[in-house]
Protein backbone atom coordinates (compact mmCIF):
# COMPACT_ATOMS: atom_id res chain seq x y z
CA UNK A 1 0.00 0.00 0.00
CA UNK A 2 1.55 3.28 -1.06
CA UNK A 3 1.91 5.52 1.95
CA UNK A 4 1.01 8.91 0.25
CA UNK A 5 -2.04 8.58 -1.76
CA UNK A 6 -3.23 11.39 -4.37
CA UNK A 7 -6.82 12.10 -5.89
CA UNK A 8 -7.52 12.77 -8.62
CA UNK A 9 -5.08 10.64 -10.95
CA UNK A 10 -5.65 12.85 -13.80
CA UNK A 11 -7.75 16.41 -13.85
CA UNK A 12 -9.25 18.20 -16.55
CA UNK A 13 -10.55 22.03 -16.26
CA UNK A 14 -11.93 24.63 -17.75
CA UNK A 15 -9.64 28.39 -17.67
CA UNK A 16 -10.57 30.26 -14.87
CA UNK A 17 -12.02 26.92 -12.85
CA UNK A 18 -11.38 26.63 -9.02
CA UNK A 19 -9.28 23.26 -9.11
CA UNK A 20 -8.65 21.09 -5.94
CA UNK A 21 -6.29 18.53 -5.60
CA UNK A 22 -6.10 16.02 -2.92
CA UNK A 23 -3.18 14.17 -0.70
CA UNK A 24 -3.90 11.40 2.33
CA UNK A 25 -0.59 10.11 4.11
CA UNK A 26 -0.43 7.03 6.11
CA UNK A 27 2.79 7.92 8.25
CA UNK A 28 3.83 9.90 10.80
CA UNK A 29 4.77 13.11 8.86
CA UNK A 30 7.15 15.90 10.37
CA UNK A 31 6.59 18.23 6.75
CA UNK A 32 4.60 18.35 3.52
CA UNK A 33 5.79 18.89 0.38
CA UNK A 34 3.36 20.09 -2.78
CA UNK A 35 5.65 20.22 -5.77
CA UNK A 36 4.67 21.16 -9.49
CA UNK A 37 6.17 19.03 -12.23
CA UNK A 38 6.55 20.58 -16.03
CA UNK A 39 6.06 18.32 -19.07
CA UNK A 40 9.43 18.83 -19.57
CA UNK A 41 10.15 16.63 -16.03
CA UNK A 42 11.76 19.51 -14.48
CA UNK A 43 10.60 19.70 -10.50
CA UNK A 44 9.55 22.96 -8.39
CA UNK A 45 8.60 23.06 -5.08
CA UNK A 46 5.74 25.29 -3.98
CA UNK A 47 4.86 24.20 -0.81
CA UNK A 48 6.29 23.09 2.57
CA UNK A 49 4.09 22.80 5.38
CA UNK A 50 3.38 21.38 8.76
CA UNK A 51 0.52 22.79 10.06
CA UNK A 52 -2.40 24.76 8.53
CA UNK A 53 -2.61 27.22 5.50
CA UNK A 54 -0.01 28.80 2.89
CA UNK A 55 -0.64 31.13 -0.25
CA UNK A 56 1.12 31.79 -3.10
CA UNK A 57 -0.38 33.75 -5.56
CA UNK A 58 -3.24 31.65 -6.92
CA UNK A 59 -2.38 28.64 -5.17
CA UNK A 60 -3.34 27.80 -1.47
CA UNK A 61 -2.11 24.67 0.54
CA UNK A 62 -3.67 23.25 3.69
CA UNK A 63 -2.77 20.60 5.59
CA UNK A 64 -4.80 18.69 8.63
CA UNK A 65 -2.38 16.96 10.81
CA UNK A 66 -5.56 14.73 12.74
CA UNK A 67 -7.14 13.54 9.33
CA UNK A 68 -3.29 12.93 7.69
CA UNK A 69 -4.63 14.97 4.66
CA UNK A 70 -3.99 18.06 2.61
CA UNK A 71 -4.85 19.72 -0.01
CA UNK A 72 -3.81 22.06 -3.04
CA UNK A 73 -5.83 25.08 -4.56
CA UNK A 74 -5.65 26.80 -7.33
CA UNK A 75 -7.77 29.02 -8.34
CA UNK A 76 -8.52 30.89 -11.36
CA UNK A 77 -6.39 28.47 -13.31
CA UNK A 78 -4.57 28.91 -16.55
CA UNK A 79 -3.24 26.76 -19.31
CA UNK A 80 0.23 27.59 -17.91
CA UNK A 81 -0.81 25.86 -14.52
CA UNK A 82 -0.51 22.22 -16.68
CA UNK A 83 1.77 20.19 -15.43
CA UNK A 84 1.97 16.92 -12.70
CA UNK A 85 1.07 18.05 -8.88
CA UNK A 86 3.11 15.80 -6.82
CA UNK A 87 2.64 15.13 -2.81
CA UNK A 88 5.71 14.32 -0.86
CA UNK A 89 6.31 13.30 2.83
CA UNK A 90 9.37 13.57 5.13
CA UNK A 91 8.38 10.54 7.31
CA UNK A 92 9.35 10.91 11.01
CA UNK A 93 11.03 8.46 13.22
CA UNK A 94 14.99 8.30 11.31
CA UNK A 95 15.12 9.47 7.66
CA UNK A 96 17.33 12.04 7.10
CA UNK A 97 15.51 13.95 4.93
CA UNK A 98 14.50 11.48 2.19
CA UNK A 99 10.70 12.62 0.54
CA UNK A 100 8.22 9.85 0.09
CA UNK A 101 6.09 10.26 -2.93
CA UNK A 102 3.00 10.18 -4.29
CA UNK A 103 1.51 9.31 -7.62
CA UNK A 104 1.19 12.54 -8.48
CA UNK A 105 -2.17 14.53 -10.15
CA UNK A 106 -1.94 15.42 -13.99
CA UNK A 107 -3.64 18.64 -14.21
CA UNK A 108 -4.32 19.73 -17.81
CA UNK A 109 -6.43 23.11 -18.37
CA UNK A 110 -8.12 23.64 -21.25
CA UNK A 111 -8.51 27.71 -22.77
CA UNK B 1 17.78 33.78 -8.28
CA UNK B 2 20.15 30.50 -7.41
CA UNK B 3 19.29 27.39 -8.38
CA UNK B 4 19.87 23.50 -9.19
CA UNK B 5 22.04 22.31 -12.28
CA UNK B 6 22.85 19.27 -13.46
CA UNK B 7 24.79 17.64 -16.66
CA UNK B 8 24.32 16.28 -18.79
CA UNK B 9 20.15 16.86 -19.88
CA UNK B 10 20.51 13.76 -21.66
CA UNK B 11 23.06 10.61 -21.24
CA UNK B 12 22.61 7.44 -23.51
CA UNK B 13 25.29 4.36 -22.43
CA UNK B 14 25.80 0.94 -23.23
CA UNK B 15 24.32 -2.04 -20.59
CA UNK B 16 27.54 -2.32 -18.24
CA UNK B 17 28.97 0.73 -18.75
CA UNK B 18 29.99 3.11 -15.94
CA UNK B 19 28.14 6.71 -15.87
CA UNK B 20 28.60 9.73 -14.13
CA UNK B 21 25.60 11.73 -13.53
CA UNK B 22 26.66 15.31 -12.24
CA UNK B 23 24.99 18.39 -9.87
CA UNK B 24 25.91 21.48 -8.89
CA UNK B 25 23.62 22.44 -5.53
CA UNK B 26 23.21 25.66 -4.44
CA UNK B 27 26.60 27.14 -2.99
CA UNK B 28 25.19 27.58 0.57
CA UNK B 29 23.36 24.50 0.83
CA UNK B 30 24.49 21.57 3.44
CA UNK B 31 21.88 18.68 2.42
CA UNK B 32 22.26 16.67 -1.10
CA UNK B 33 19.84 14.12 -2.02
CA UNK B 34 19.60 12.40 -5.03
CA UNK B 35 16.32 10.79 -6.70
CA UNK B 36 15.04 8.70 -9.54
CA UNK B 37 11.86 8.42 -11.59
CA UNK B 38 11.14 5.91 -13.87
CA UNK B 39 9.30 6.80 -16.92
CA UNK B 40 5.61 7.04 -16.00
CA UNK B 41 6.14 6.22 -12.40
CA UNK B 42 6.79 7.85 -8.93
CA UNK B 43 9.52 9.95 -7.59
CA UNK B 44 11.80 7.45 -5.52
CA UNK B 45 14.71 8.48 -3.18
CA UNK B 46 18.06 7.33 -3.68
CA UNK B 47 20.71 8.43 -1.11
CA UNK B 48 20.87 11.82 0.93
CA UNK B 49 24.49 13.20 1.68
CA UNK B 50 25.70 15.57 4.29
CA UNK B 51 28.84 16.38 5.96
CA UNK B 52 31.18 14.33 3.14
CA UNK B 53 29.23 10.99 4.04
CA UNK B 54 25.72 9.38 3.26
CA UNK B 55 23.07 9.55 5.77
CA UNK B 56 20.54 7.55 4.44
CA UNK B 57 20.37 5.25 1.06
CA UNK B 58 17.07 3.53 -0.10
CA UNK B 59 17.11 -0.51 -1.28
CA UNK B 60 17.51 0.84 -4.77
CA UNK B 61 21.19 2.09 -3.54
CA UNK B 62 22.48 -0.88 -3.89
CA UNK B 63 26.27 -1.46 -4.62
CA UNK B 64 26.48 -0.36 -8.36
CA UNK B 65 25.55 2.98 -6.88
CA UNK B 66 28.08 5.76 -5.52
CA UNK B 67 28.26 9.58 -4.86
CA UNK B 68 30.96 11.97 -3.85
CA UNK B 69 31.53 15.52 -3.68
CA UNK B 70 34.65 15.70 -4.99
CA UNK B 71 35.69 19.32 -4.86
CA UNK B 72 33.05 21.20 -2.66
CA UNK B 73 30.84 21.98 -5.44
CA UNK B 74 30.15 19.17 -7.93
CA UNK B 75 27.85 16.45 -5.89
CA UNK B 76 27.60 13.44 -8.41
CA UNK B 77 26.46 10.13 -8.60
CA UNK B 78 28.03 6.97 -10.03
CA UNK B 79 26.51 3.89 -11.68
CA UNK B 80 29.21 1.45 -12.04
CA UNK B 81 27.94 -0.98 -14.14
CA UNK B 82 24.58 -0.03 -15.88
CA UNK B 83 21.65 -1.71 -16.48
CA UNK B 84 18.37 -1.56 -18.49
CA UNK B 85 16.34 -1.00 -15.63
CA UNK B 86 18.57 1.92 -14.01
CA UNK B 87 17.03 4.09 -17.48
CA UNK B 88 14.86 6.84 -15.75
CA UNK B 89 15.17 10.28 -15.12
CA UNK B 90 17.81 11.13 -11.85
CA UNK B 91 17.03 14.37 -10.01
CA UNK B 92 19.81 16.14 -7.68
CA UNK B 93 18.40 18.04 -4.70
CA UNK B 94 19.69 19.98 -2.09
CA UNK B 95 18.33 21.44 1.38
CA UNK B 96 20.12 24.87 3.22
CA UNK B 97 20.30 23.92 7.08
CA UNK B 98 18.22 21.11 7.62
CA UNK B 99 16.86 17.73 6.35
CA UNK B 100 13.67 19.72 6.73
CA UNK B 101 13.87 22.25 4.92
CA UNK B 102 12.62 23.08 0.94
CA UNK B 103 14.13 20.99 -1.25
CA UNK B 104 15.90 22.83 -4.65
CA UNK B 105 15.57 20.26 -7.24
CA UNK B 106 17.87 20.23 -10.16
CA UNK B 107 16.15 19.64 -13.85
CA UNK B 108 17.26 16.26 -13.92
CA UNK B 109 19.09 14.24 -16.01
CA UNK B 110 17.31 11.48 -18.31
CA UNK B 111 19.47 8.06 -18.33
CA UNK B 112 18.95 5.60 -21.07
CA UNK B 113 20.28 2.75 -21.04
CA UNK B 114 20.52 0.33 -24.16
Known amino acids: KNEVEQSPQNLTAQEGEFITINCSYSVGISALHWLQQHPGGGIVSLFMLSSGKKKHGRLIATINIQEKHSSLHITASHPRDSAVYICAVNKVGGSQGNLIFGKGTKLSVKP | EPEVTQTPSHQVTQMGQEVILRCVPISNHLYFYWYRQILGQKVEFLVSFYNNEISEKSEIFDDQFSVERPDGSNFTLKIRSTKLEDSAMYFC????????????FGPGTRLTVL
Open chain 2, 93 to 104: ASTEDSYYNEQF
